[in-house]
């Protein structure tokens, strides 16, 4: 089972550069979830979209917009990146019912310089 | 707004010996919640959750986490460390309805031989 799948996996970006990171789920979910990774401060949400259709802002949502292209894909675009960005990101997807947890993708490691 | 507290940032213990990591969550009603584990360069897994029911969680690879209304804790626990046990921890809570996991800062587990 693929389960949650991000692409790239790796990303090295010049200041003001744009980009797309991808991410499918095969599990038929309704949620996704786009999160970054930086040392020391766990996991925090960028953004969300509880169903198909729907997209809303996390904690830290500036510099970055999405798309919920359909209910397996979920994308975030840097639009104009910044070494700020630099981060580990990781999508999520969760069925959308209460009693579910969520699963992860493997993450995309980006670097802007 | 939810919010977890993983007390410690690093934890260090001998293989074989017993393991306990903190989590403290910030949450008005009965939360969801969760234990993920992070491998160097991987996505995070679930090693168990909690949404009702017995306090005490049974989950994979030889984990368990207590659930204690009282303290707002939910600690992780392993009678017995093994060197592949070196992760990284993260705990999460969510909330029913929308939900919208908020992870820890994340506890880094060293463990020597």
């Known amino acids: 089972n693929a389960g949650v799948t991000q692409t790239p996996k790796f990303q090295v970006l010049k200041t003001g550069q744009s980009m797309t990171l991808q991410c499918a789920q095969d599990?038929?979910?309704?949620?996704m979830y786009w999160y970054r990774q930086d040392p020391g401060m766990g996991l925090r949400l960028i953004y969300y979209?509880?169903?198909?259709?729907?997209?809303d802002k996390g904690e830290v949502p500036n510099g970055y917009n999405v798309s919920r292209l359909n209910k397996r894909e979920f994308s975030l675009r840097l639009e104009s990146a910044a070494p700020s960005q630099t981060s580990v990101y990781f999508c999520?997807?969760?069925?959308?019912?209460?009693?579910?947890?969520?699963?992860f993708g493997q993450g995309t490691r980006l670097t802007v310089v | 707004a939810q919010s977890v507290t993983q007390p410690d940032i690093h934890i260090t213990v001998s293989e074989g010996a017993s393991l306990e990591l903190r989590c403290n969550y910030s949450y008005g009603a009965t939360p969801y919640l969760f234990w993920y584990v992070q491998s160097p360069g991987q996505g995070l897994q679930l090693l168990l959750k909690y949404f009702s029911g017995d306090t005490l969680v049974q989950g994979i690879k030889g984990f368990e986490a207590e659930f204690k209304r009282s303290q707002s804790s939910f600690n992780l626990r392993k009678p017995s460390v093994h060197w592949s046990d070196a992760a990284e921890y993260f705990c999460?809570?969510?909330?029913?309805?929308?939900?919208?996991?908020?992870f820890g800062r994340g506890t880094s587990l060293i463990v020597h031989p």
């Open positions: 999460a809570v969510g909330e029913g309805g929308s939900y919208i996991p908020t």
């Open positions: 599990m038929n979910h309704n949620s």
């Open positions: 999520a997807s969760r069925a959308g019912q209460e009693n579910t947890e969520a699963f």
């Open positions: 979209s509880a169903s198909e259709g729907t997209t």
